[in-house]
Each structure stands twice: as structure tokens, then as C-alpha cells.
């Protein structure tokens, strides 16, 4: 299974708009693996996009991606949702205003995101609604998990009310790949899928001491509901038994740059951060 991190950042991208930082100083000058775009995936066994960050389009050129066949969302925060359009720009045929059929992208819905990607709305009604009257997805939608080929994906809900977001377990042959890069609190460790998965690529949490103008994260900050700590993560992957941990959703926030986060790679064994273009094999 070949999987490409084509975004490696979080809700704000490095280097952020306007911002003077050294960690966003250093990546205006440098580029990647110094900046970081929104968060996404590609499984390439499925030509499989998890998540659609505002960047989606030029990640894909610059991944080189030549072949996309299908959509997972794992929730529908704007940093995982803002690049939708994606779908039009690669399937319309402009002579019409409607799809090349055979560019049509198959999005893949757990049921309770179908009851709620409706939400999302243009001045056309319902994105969705629109996009597939257009002919440019083409809905899916699955309870607990969906076949592609010799690929398996599983969908875990997190358990957070109203706020539905998915983890996703991709499993080809016994080897197993877990997707969990934001909201994964609380994390559903008790499901056999989670268990002892090859790759485990997970949002590291909350960092305690380093942060932009010294902030110090109260204990009520609603950042706690949503996120572990970084030493809550690490202790994580351990009770799961993950073989190789990869960090995602790096947020500008947390004020580290890419030789930062290698040089916390030296004390810890089969962790590693993520940058954008990081390709993985399982």
C-alpha cells in the first residue's frame, strides 16, 4: 500500500499569510519541507483523496497525481473541506458545463456525514446536491466500511455529539494503515481495526512549552476536548501497538519548524512528522 502526505499542515498553512515568525520566515525562504500545506492524503491502490484543504488542486500537480478516482472526507471542518470545488475543476467539460463521465469522482460517504454534507451550501443549494446533478461525483454511501478492490476501508465515528469525525483504517491483505489527523478525541483504542496497525499517521496533540508569545494552555481550553497532548499521543500509539507512527496536522501555532520536529525524532523510536510529499509504504 503506497500512501502520499500531500498536506502536512493544519487549519493555518506554513508559511501563514502576513506572518513574521521565524518558523513562517523560514519557510517563505525555503519552501518544502519547511512550508506546509492543509491537511490530505492519497492512497495510490485507490486513487483514493482523503480530504479536500483549500491547496487540494496544487498539491495534486505537485504530487503528480495523474489518476483520482475517488473522495473520503474525515469531517467537514473548512480546512478539510474548502478545496471541494476540486471535483468540478477536474471532471467539467466547459462546452457543457458538465461532466466528462468518465472523470466522474465516486466520494465515499459514511452514512452520518450523507445525513450532514448537505450543510455545506452555495448559491446553488446543497454543493453536493450540485455536483452530482453536474455529474462530477457520484455518491456512495456505507455504514461501517467499503470494499475498493483488494483495499478495505473502515470508518470509526469519533464520539463527539453533534461534531462527527472519522478515522479511517485502511486495510490491504493484513496490512494496515490508520488515518486519524484531527478532532480524534475521544480515540476509539477498544476496536480491533485500531489495534497493532502498521502505520499510524495522527495528529501529535498539544504541545505544552514552545508556543507562539509563551501562551500556555489553560486547563479548560477547548483545544483540550478535541486533543490529546503530545506526550497523551505518543502514549497512545504505544497501548495500540502501532509498528511506525507519522505525525499530520502540524499546526502553525505550535511555532516549530521542520528542524525542530527532526531534531524531537532523535529521542523517540518509529516517530516521525510528517512534511508535504511524504510518501509511505505499508
Request: charged share 30%; proline share 6%; glycine share 8%.
Amino acid at each position: 500500500m503506497k500512501l502520499t502526505i500531500l498536506g502536512s499542515g493544519g487549519c493555518a498553512v506554513i508559511p501563514k499569510p502576513l506572518c513574521g515568525c521565524r518558523v513562517c520566515v523560514e519557510a517563505r525562504v525555503k519552501g518544502p519541507p519547511f512550508s506546509r500545506t492543509g491537511p490530505s492524503l492519497f492512497v495510490h491502490d485507490a486513487h483514493l483523496l482523503v480530504d479536500t484543504p483549500a491547496e487540494v488542486a496544487w498539491q495534486l500537480n505537485r504530487a503528480g497525481i495523474e489518476r483520482l478516482d475517488r473522495l473520503l472526507l474525515t469531517h467537514l471542518d473548512p480546512d478539510h473541506v474548502e478545496g471541494l470545488r476540486v471535483v468540478e475543476q477536474i471532471a467539467l467539460d466547459f462546452r457543457s458545463w458538465e461532466a466528462y463521465p468518465k472523470k466522474r469522482i465516486e466520494l465515499l460517504l459514511p452514512v452520518e456525514l450523507d445525513g450532514r454534507i448537505n450543510d455545506i451550501r452555495s448559491w446553488y443549494g446543497p454543493v453536493m446536491d450540485f455536483y452530482e446533478k453536474q455529474g462530477f461525483i457520484q455518491r456512495k454511501v456505507f455504514q461501517d466500511s467499503c470494499r475498493l478492490g483488494d483495499l478495505e476501508v473502515f470508518a470509526l465515528g469519533v464520539d463527539r455529539g453533534s461534531h462527527r469525525v472519522f478515522i479511517y483504517v485502511f486495510d490491504q491483505g493484513g496490512r494496515r494503515a490508520v488515518y486519524a489527523p484531527c478532532d480524534l478525541k475521544p480515540f476509539p483504542e477498544d476496536r480491533p481495526e485500531v489495534r497493532d496497525p502498521d502505520l499510524l499517521l495522527i495528529q501529535p496533540g498539544i504541545f505544552e512549552t514552545g508556543l507562539r508569545h509563551d501562551f500556555v494552555y489553560p486547563p479548560d481550553h477547548v483545544s483540550r476536548t478535541t486533543l490529546y497532548t503530545f506526550t497523551e499521543t505518543l502514549d497512545l500509539a504505544r497501548r495500540l501497538g502501532a509498528k511506525q507512527t507519522v505525525f499530520v496536522h502540524l499546526e502553525e501555532y505550535w511555532h516549530r519548524g521542520y528542524d525542530d520536529y527532526r531534531a524531537l525524532e532523535e529521542d523517540l523510536n518509529n516517530v516521525r512528522f510528517a512534511y508535504d510529499g511524504l510518501e509511505l509504504t505499508v
